[in-house]
């Protein structure tokens, strides 16, 4: 355990575009100092000595990180395929881990995790920065007080309308074998001639990304989880396609995908849907996560959070005028009122807007990390947490790609054959 005041010397492997934003957050939070970076590209390396200073040690090799005993912490900002290859291999040295989401690349790596961390006794934060925002803690509270009523679905989408947005990151002037060390950039992935596409760009392949559901569904069932302290779906289908980004990629541009989640102790059992359209939707409802209940509707935006009353109107109505006087007037004789609403303050005609805007939840989420480090605290989204919201996002590509229903066990976060947990009522 380390005293508040310590200094916590780290590294950072991967030093891409989140990657250096992760390094930059961290070293703003007093008593961190990053004295390593690894990197595949010597473009970035150099960029990490300009802005770190030239003693900084930068390497292409990991393994070099790994068996340094200075380091306490490393950030992991690889693309997807060595997040847990390189997050087991610090905390099996003894090092604390903030891994970037997704978690992993395939949900039978999840466990490994799981494991990794709690053998070394070392902290493992994964980086789904929703996970600490304002938002979703306002959110919950007002889920928790009962401001929507019964839960029954959730609508929830990520789109983006630009190239950047789209994965089509520029590539360097000076790209080449002798600049980019492909062969450590691939791995353990399935082996291809060196091309600077799949490397700049390695979103766009299934050999190192995980498409849009690894990159944004996670993020969009962070927030769920977090609001509903729900530990996942149990049936998952997906659908979508290449639609405009026709650039050699094999990840789809529009996706789709359905999740039911089974009645827990924690919520009811309702529906899901998740959306990502990279070409195009309305700037305006570019993500959200809308929740649908009995009483209400809470939508999550950047920057909010939005109730809006039922539009359902609960004043008795008869279609009854069709029917026999007599059972007319017995219809309207058993009328009921409607039960006194103890949350009418929340739920008033207009909506009601808790601005949350400008809290920066990236930070907050390093800035736990750290605290967990130094002192102990209770860690905001450990390797559990990672798993129950990767695994399923991961299973949507698997659904889409084998073209199949996919089922899941949320309690042991493991595949399922078919239904094996509380039915989620209509089947
Ligand atoms: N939390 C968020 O909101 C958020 C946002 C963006 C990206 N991410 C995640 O961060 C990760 C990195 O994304 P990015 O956009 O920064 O990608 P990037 O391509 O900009 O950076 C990745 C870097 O990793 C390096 N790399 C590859 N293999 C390596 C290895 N074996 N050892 C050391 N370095 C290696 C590459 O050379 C590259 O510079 C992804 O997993 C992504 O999902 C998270």
Redesign the pocket.
Known sequence: MYSPNDTVQIAL??????????AKLATSIPGVKLIAA????DG?LKHMKEVYGTDTFTT???RQIVDRKDIDAVI????????V??SVACLGSGKHVYC???MMHAVEEGAAMIEAQEKSGKVLQI????RSSLTYTKARELYEQNAIGQLNSVEAWLDRNTAIGAWE?SIPTDASEQT??WK????NAAKHPWDPKR?????NYRD???GVA??LF??LLTGLHTVTNSKGPQRIYATGGLRYWIDGRDVPDVMLATLDYPESDEHPAFNVMLRVNFKSSLPQESFGVKFIGSEGIMTTGYDGVRIDKSPMDKTPQYSSGTFSEKIQQQLREARTDTPPDPMADIRQDSAQVFDTGHFEA?LE?HKNFYRSIREGAPLIEDATFGLRAAGPALLTNESLFQKKIVFWNPETMTRAEAMETKPTGGQ
């Open positions: 492997i991967g030093a891409g575009g989140m990657g250096q934003g992760d690894c990197d595949c590209y970035r292409r090799d990991y992991v900002g690889t693309p997807d395929h060595w997040h290859p390189i970037e989401k997704p980086g789904s920065q929703y990151y980019c060390d450590q950039f691939q791995g490397f700049f760009r390695w979103r190192y990304g995980t690894g990159d996670v993020h990236q989420h």
